[in-house]
C-alpha cells in the first residue's frame, strides 16, 4: 500500500496513543513521518509549548524533506480544573493545545506542497463539558475554532480539518456491558477510528472538504438524555458526588450511567 508514496506526514504528540496510531497508519501507507512529542524515543523529542523547540522541529523537518505535505495536530493539551488549575498550567495547555497548532502551521506554510492537508484533532469536550476540566476544554474548543480560520486563510492551497474524537481507549481494553451499550455505536472508539479519518481527510477523495469538524464519538453527543429516560438514571446530585466512591466509568462519566 503506497498511497501516500514520497508524502511528507508532521504528527505532534505522535510517540503514544492515537499519535502513534495515526503515524504508523501514514508509514503502512508510505509516507515519511515526522514525529515530535515529549516521550523519548527515535523521534524529535521537545516540549511543543516552547518557541524554540518548535522552530527547531520545523527546521528539522524542512531541512531534511524540503517540503510538508500532511500538519497532523495531536499533541495532548493538560486537563486539570477551575479548583486546581493555575494560571501557569492553563497558559501551557494553551501553548500545547492551541498556540503549537497555529506556530506550526504558520511555519510550515511557505513549505506546503499543493493540495496539503493539515488535520487538528479536537475532542467532543470543544462541545460538551465535565466538572474541573477547563484548561483541556479550553485548549480544544480553541483548536476547533482555529481549524475554520486557518482553512480561509490557506484556501485553494491547503485544506484544514478537524476531528473530535469522544471515549477512544488507547489500552486495547475491549469494554462490555454499560460502557459499549450506552454509546450508540454499541462499543468504545479505538485509535483506528480516527486514524482511518485522518488518512481520508488528507487524502483526494476529500478534496472538496476544507473548515469542517468531525465528531467521532459513537453517536453519544447526539444522545439526548434525562433521568429516567431510556433506562438512564441520575445516580450522584451535583453536590453530593464522593468521587472515592465513583467507579472508573462513573469518573468518565461523572453524573450519568446506565442502570446496572
Same mark, same amino acid.
Given at each position: /500500500?503506497?498511497? *501516500?508514496?514520497?508524502?511528507?506526514?508532521v504528527?505532534?504528540?505522535?510517540?503514544?496513543?492515537?499519535?502513534r496510531?495515526?503515524a504508523?497508519?501514514?508509514q503502512q501507507?508510505g509516507?515519511?513521518?515526522?514525529v +515530535?512529542?515529549?516521550q523519548?524515543?527515535s523521534h524529535?523529542?521537545?516540549?511543543?509549548?516552547d518557541? #524554540?523547540v518548535l522552530?527547531?522541529?520545523?527546521?528539522?523537518?524542512?531541512?531534511?524533506?524540503?517540503?510538508v505535505? *500532511?500538519?497532523? &495536530?495531536?499533541?495532548?493539551?493538560l /486537563?486539570?480544573?477551575?479548583d %486546581?488549575?493555575?494560571y501557569? %498550567?492553563f #497558559?501551557?495547555?494553551?501553548?500545547v493545545?492551541?498556540?503549537?497548532p497555529?506556530y506550526?502551521a504558520?511555519?510550515?506554510?511557505p513549505?506546503?506542497?499543493?493540495?496539503g492537508? =493539515?488535520? &487538528? =484533532?479536537?475532542?467532543?469536550?470543544?462541545r /460538551?463539558?465535565?466538572p #474541573?476540566?477547563?484548561?483541556?476544554?479550553a485548549?480544544?474548543?480553541? !483548536?476547533?475554532?482555529?481549524?475554520?480560520?486557518?482553512?480561509?486563510?490557506?484556501?485553494?492551497k491547503?485544506r484544514?480539518?478537524?476531528?473530535?474524537p469522544?471515549?477512544?481507549d488507547t489500552?486495547?481494553?475491549?469494554? #462490555?456491558?454499560?460502557?459499549?451499550v450506552q454509546?450508540?455505536?454499541?462499543r468504545?472508539g479505538t485509535?483506528m477510528d480516527?486514524a482511518?479519518m485522518?488518512l481520508?481527510?488528507?487524502?483526494?477523495?476529500?478534496g472538496? !472538504?476544507?473548515? %469542517? &469538524?468531525?465528531?467521532i464519538?459513537g453517536?453519544m453527543?447526539?444522545q439526548m438524555? *434525562?433521568h429516567?429516560?431510556h433506562?438512564?438514571t441520575?445516580? *450522584?446530585? +451535583?453536590?453530593?458526588?464522593?468521587?472515592d466512591e465513583?467507579?472508573?466509568?462513573r469518573q &468518565?462519566?461523572?453524573?450519568?450511567?446506565?442502570k446496572k
Amino acid at each position: /500500500m503506497n498511497d *501516500y508514496k514520497d508524502k511528507v506526514a508532521v504528527v505532534t504528540g505522535g510517540a503514544q496513543g492515537i499519535g502513534r496510531c495515526i503515524a504508523r497508519e501514514f508509514q503502512q501507507a508510505g509516507a515519511t513521518v515526522c514525529v +515530535i512529542d515529549k516521550q523519548p524515543g527515535s523521534h524529535f523529542v521537545g516540549d511543543l509549548a516552547d518557541k #524554540q523547540v518548535l522552530e527547531r522541529f520545523a527546521q528539522d523537518v524542512i531541512g531534511k524533506h524540503g517540503h510538508v505535505d *500532511y500538519l497532523i &495536530n495531536n499533541a495532548l493539551p493538560l /486537563m486539570k480544573g477551575i479548583d %486546581e488549575c493555575s494560571y501557569e %498550567e492553563f #497558559q501551557y495547555a494553551l501553548s500545547v493545545g492551541v498556540t503549537a497548532p497555529f506556530y506550526l502551521a504558520k511555519l510550515f506554510a511557505p513549505h506546503f506542497a499543493q493540495g496539503g492537508a =493539515i488535520v &487538528n =484533532i479536537s475532542s467532543s469536550r470543544d462541545r /460538551m463539558s465535565q466538572p #474541573q476540566t477547563e484548561s483541556y476544554t479550553a485548549a480544544k474548543g480553541g !483548536i476547533a475554532a482555529l481549524t475554520h480560520a486557518l482553512a480561509v486563510s490557506f484556501a485553494g492551497k491547503v485544506r484544514v480539518n478537524s476531528i473530535s474524537p469522544g471515549w477512544i481507549d488507547t489500552t486495547g481494553t475491549v469494554y #462490555q456491558g454499560p460502557d459499549a451499550v450506552q454509546q450508540p455505536a454499541g462499543r468504545v472508539g479505538t485509535p483506528m477510528d480516527i486514524a482511518h479519518m485522518v488518512l481520508y481527510l488528507c487524502s483526494d477523495k476529500a478534496g472538496f !472538504i476544507t473548515g %469542517e &469538524n468531525i465528531c467521532i464519538d459513537g453517536g453519544m453527543t447526539r444522545q439526548m438524555i *434525562y433521568h429516567g429516560d431510556h433506562g438512564w438514571t441520575l445516580n *450522584y446530585g +451535583i453536590d453530593h458526588y464522593d468521587m472515592d466512591e465513583l467507579s472508573t466509568f462513573r469518573q &468518565n462519566k461523572l453524573l450519568l450511567s446506565g442502570k446496572k
